[in-house]
């Protein structure tokens, strides 16, 4: 009987940085180390969360995506709920693969009979030309992952960049606001989990050339 797979995008990307990493994470539970103030993103992806809930309770775009992005936000908060819900989110179990998918998405706008993934993006600086390209596979996995569920998309997704702007006093951060519209590939996104999948029921891969975890210490750790 093959072990159960879950798999998220945070968990396929790091496929894509380091098999390795990736193989050591999810079959022996031997995990990179922790970067510095891990909580501060999460804090604010849960205040920007409600933000947008006022906005959606009257209908409404928030006034710095207002004409920028298409559409209008899914008015079904049960559902967005359990998007939402690291525990539930949208799921897809895969019979062939004998695997599963799952993601929690951030925000969902709708266009019509059409559903559109978002995601907040917090920084720390304003957004490069290339900043979004770290993110496509996850958005890939969100579009895979609406469409396995029976909702149609667009073909595109959003990203939200916030950066912090300035201090305005009284504990008040002002922050840049960039909605970024962004092409999906649904197809490459289950590409990937097919190879994530593939990988973990294989033996041990090689270190990745390139990743500074393999270098400081995974070469060290081999499981046969």
């Given at each position: 009987?093959?072990?159960?797979?879950?798999?998220?995008?945070?968990?396929?990307?790091?496929?894509?940085?380091?098999?390795?990493?990736?193989?050591?994470?999810?079959?022996?539970?031997?995990?990179?180390?922790?970067?510095?103030?891990?909580?501060?993103?999460?804090?604010?992806?849960?205040?920007?969360?409600?933000?947008?809930?006022?906005?959606?309770?009257?209908?409404?775009?928030?006034?710095?995506?207002?004409?920028?992005?298409?559409?209008?936000?899914?008015?079904?908060?049960?559902?967005?709920?359990?998007?939402?819900?690291?525990?539930?989110?949208?799921?897809f179990?895969?019979?062939?693969?004998?695997a599963?998918?799952?993601?929690?998405?951030?925000?969902?706008?709708?266009?019509?009979?059409?559903?559109?993934?978002?995601?907040?993006?917090?920084?720390?600086?304003?957004?490069?030309?290339?900043?979004?390209?770290?993110?496509?596979?996850?958005?890939?996995v969100?579009?895979?992952?609406?469409?396995k569920?029976?909702?149609?998309?667009?073909?595109f997704?959003y990203?939200?960049?916030?950066?912090?702007?300035?201090?305005?006093?009284?504990?008040?951060i002002?922050?840049?606001?960039?909605?970024?519209?962004?092409?999906?590939?649904?197809?490459?996104?289950?590409?990937?989990?097919?190879?994530?999948?593939?990988?973990?029921?294989?033996?041990?891969?090689?270190?990745?050339?390139?990743?500074?975890?393999?270098?400081?210490?995974?070469?060290?750790?081999?499981?046969?």
């Amino acid at each position: 009987m093959l072990k159960p797979i879950t798999l998220s995008p945070s968990a396929l990307n790091l496929f894509l940085e380091c098999p390795k990493c990736f193989w050591l994470a999810q079959n022996k539970r031997i995990h990179r180390p922790a970067g510095a103030f891990p909580s501060l993103p999460g804090g604010i992806d849960a205040v920007l969360k409600k933000y947008f809930d006022k906005f959606r309770d009257k209908g409404e775009l928030p006034p710095e995506i207002k004409g920028k992005v298409t559409g209008r936000l899914l008015d079904n908060q049960e559902l967005l709920n359990e998007w939402r819900n690291n525990r539930k989110g949208l799921r897809f179990y895969d019979k062939d693969l004998e695997a599963e998918l799952m993601g929690a998405l951030d925000d969902c706008l709708i266009d019509g009979e059409y559903f559109i993934p978002v995601d907040y993006k917090t920084r720390g600086w304003l957004a490069k030309d290339d900043s979004h390209s770290y993110y496509e596979n996850q958005l890939n996995v969100y579009t895979l992952l609406l469409e396995k569920n029976g909702y149609k998309h667009r073909g595109f997704a959003y990203l939200i960049f916030y950066s912090p702007n300035e201090a305005v006093g009284e504990a008040k951060i002002l922050f840049n606001v960039e909605p970024r519209k962004v092409a999906v590939d649904s197809e490459a996104g289950y590409r990937v989990f097919q190879s994530a999948v593939k990988i973990l029921r294989g033996p041990q891969p090689k270190s990745h050339s390139a990743c500074q975890f393999c270098a400081w210490g995974n070469d060290f750790i081999n499981f046969e």
